[in-house]
């Protein structure tokens, strides 16, 4: 497939999609305390997309190759889960717990895609300096994605501020988006500079590093669609999706 470069009218729909995703996600991550279940964070982010009009994207969304559906709206992973745990009525946070929100929307056919890690109550302080650097590491990846810049560039750039300090997860990795929620190229977390696709003006991207506070290695779950670390450690999400311009990018996911 090949990367898509989306239309001014295109663009103008996924920057209203993503500013309505920012406001969403942001409601729900407002809402994440001790003792409530990812369920009815789940059922908080449905109701409030719904009421924009757009559509959860990774509801009933089943990949190539996946033995079944995503059964919710959002994926709510919490501390040794990286990404893409089902929210369940019996999964209740506690104070302590790192939760990472990963969101898709639908708006007026276009996609977006946009994920935060946040804490519950009081966190550790190693789990607080997990969230920093994930975040500014994907803040990172967003300042080298400037046009004219290569998909490698977005890598090494991560994985050079990350420098070895925390695990990056390598079989996961960012993505065009836009027309579909996942489109061509691939944006992994870690590079050559000036290696791969290059950034060109119209495409747009997400980019999502998810660091571990141990190794890279991740192992899949029995309910076939939780990605956990393979070492028990904590992990954190960030990601934002971006439109490639002439110069810096401009952050789609924002309000
Ligand atoms: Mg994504």
């Given at each position: 497939?090949?990367?898509?470069?989306k239309?001014?009218?295109?663009i103008?729909?996924i920057r209203?999609g993503g500013?309505?995703l920012a406001?969403?996600?942001?409601?729900?991550?407002?809402?994440?305390?001790?003792?409530?279940?990812?369920?009815?964070?789940?059922?908080?982010?449905?109701?409030?997309?719904?009421?924009?009009?757009?559509?959860?994207?990774?509801?009933?969304?089943?990949?190539?190759?996946?033995?079944?559906?995503?059964?919710?709206?959002?994926?709510?992973?919490?501390?040794?889960?990286?990404?893409?745990?089902?929210?369940?009525?019996?999964?209740?946070?506690?104070?302590?717990?790192?939760?990472?929100?990963?969101?898709?929307?639908?708006?007026?056919?276009?996609f977006t895609d946009h994920a935060?890690?946040?804490?519950?109550?009081?966190?550790?302080?190693?789990?607080?300096?997990?969230?920093?650097?994930?975040?500014?590491?994907l803040e990172v990846g967003i300042i080298a994605a400037c046009g004219?810049n290569?998909v490698?560039?977005i890598?090494?750039a991560?994985?050079?501020?990350?420098?070895?300090?925390?695990?990056?997860?390598?079989?996961?990795?960012g993505h065009g988006v836009g027309?579909?929620?996942?489109?061509?190229?691939?944006i992994?977390?870690?590079?050559?500079?000036?290696?791969?696709?290059?950034l060109i003006p119209g495409m747009i991207i997400a980019i999502e590093p998810?660091?571990?506070?141990?190794?890279?290695?991740?192992?899949?779950?029995?309910?076939?669609?939780?990605?956990?670390?393979?070492?028990?450690?904590?992990?954190?999400?960030f990601e934002h999706t971006i439109l490639i311009t002439?110069g810096d990018a401009e952050i789609l996911t924002m309000?």
């Amino acid at each position: 497939m090949a990367v898509i470069i989306k239309t001014k009218e295109q663009i103008e729909i996924i920057r209203e999609g993503g500013k309505i995703l920012a406001d969403v996600l942001r409601k729900v991550a407002k809402k994440v305390a001790p003792g409530i279940s990812t369920y009815e964070l789940d059922k908080y982010a449905f109701d409030l997309i719904k009421e924009k009009g757009g559509t959860p994207a990774f509801l009933n969304y089943r990949p190539e190759g996946a033995p079944k559906a995503f059964p919710a709206s959002i994926c709510i992973s919490v501390n040794n889960e990286i990404v893409h745990a089902i929210p369940l009525k019996t999964r209740i946070l506690k104070e302590g717990d790192i939760v990472s929100l990963d969101l898709g929307l639908k708006y007026k056919g276009l996609f977006t895609d946009h994920a935060v890690t946040v804490a519950v109550g009081k966190i550790s302080k190693k789990d607080q300096d997990l969230l920093d650097k994930t975040k500014k590491a994907l803040e990172v990846g967003i300042i080298a994605a400037c046009g004219g810049n290569t998909v490698g560039d977005i890598g090494h750039a991560i994985e050079s501020f990350v420098n070895r300090k925390y695990g990056i997860v390598r079989e996961l990795s960012g993505h065009g988006v836009g027309v579909k929620i996942h489109e061509d190229p691939y944006i992994p977390n870690y590079g050559k500079a000036g290696k791969g696709q290059k950034l060109i003006p119209g495409m747009i991207i997400a980019i999502e590093p998810m660091l571990n506070i141990g190794k890279d290695n991740i192992v899949g779950a029995s309910d076939d669609w939780t990605i956990k670390t393979a070492d028990g450690s904590h992990s954190a999400h960030f990601e934002h999706t971006i439109l490639i311009t002439e110069g810096d990018a401009e952050i789609l996911t924002m309000i």
